[in-house]
């Protein structure tokens, strides 16, 4: 099935991203963070950086878990830092070791090598441009950095997007079906992700399945 690129690359509409932050994506957020966990070896420790944090709701699971990191949460979205912002308010205890910023990709608000994790929760599919991705990955990763990208992965036909978005989200508002409709057409395939990551030259990461809806790109990079 063909890619159809979304309509609009930022969710910065806010009655779209007050939904989208209000939705239940525990099973998702905590998958991607237990994934994070179990690749690296010890307690995650430094400096991360989330690209396409949303609504801070990754950063701030991870802030309360691991007392060591510092995290630079960065998205292109207003609305969406303005939710992340309120939601790092409600928890004063661990918003100190998050810093909100507000830029898209390529962005010049990022430590070149300053990070000891590079991750990534469902912003792939909204690039029309993926090398983006790769190449800020590649420049701002440390040496022996540890990286998670997860996203959907383009189903295979249009029935098999039906059945997902009836699965998944049956009786969410109308415009997180919408957008979740959108966003399963815009989404990549495995074979897709896996010539990006090739041509960026992080070929120490795998690409690989993780749910029925999902794929996830990890690995550490070279010291």
Same mark, same amino acid.
């Given at each position: ?22 939705? *239940? ?102 690039? *029309?441009?993926?090398?983006?991705? /790769? ?10 950095? /540890? ?23 049956? *009786?969410?508002?109308?415009?997180? %079906? %919408? ?38 790109? %990890? ?5």
């Amino acid at each position: 099935m063909q890619r159809v690129p979304e309509p609009e690359e930022l969710m910065d509409d806010g009655e779209q991203a007050a939904a989208y932050a209000e939705a *239940d994506f525990a099973d998702a957020n905590n998958r991607f963070v237990e994934l994070l966990e179990a690749m690296a070896p010890r307690q995650l420790a430094g400096r991360l950086l989330d690209l396409g944090c949303g609504p801070a709701d990754i950063p701030l699971r991870l802030a309360q878990r691991h007392s060591n990191l510092e995290i630079d949460a960065l998205d292109g979205a207003l609305a969406m830092l303005d939710l992340a912002q309120k939601a790092l308010d409600r928890q004063a205890k661990v918003a100190g070791q998050i810093r909100l910023l507000h830029d898209r990709l390529p962005s010049n608000q990022l430590r070149a090598e300053g990070y000891q994790y590079v991750v990534s929760n469902s912003l792939l599919h909204h690039l *029309d441009d993926p090398s983006v991705l /790769w190449q800020t990955i590649a420049k701002c990763a440390m040496r022996g950095a /540890w990286v998670l990208v997860m996203d959907l992965e383009r189903p295979r036909s249009n029935t098999a997007v039906d059945a997902l978005v009836e699965s998944y989200a049956l *009786d969410a508002p109308d415009v997180l %079906r %919408r957008d979740f409709r959108n966003s399963l057409y815009a989404a990549y395939t495995l074979e897709e992700v896996r010539r990006q990551v090739r041509r960026a030259g992080l070929s120490s990461l795998t690409v690989d399945r993780v749910s029925d809806r999902h794929l996830a790109v %990890r690995g550490q990079l070279p010291f």
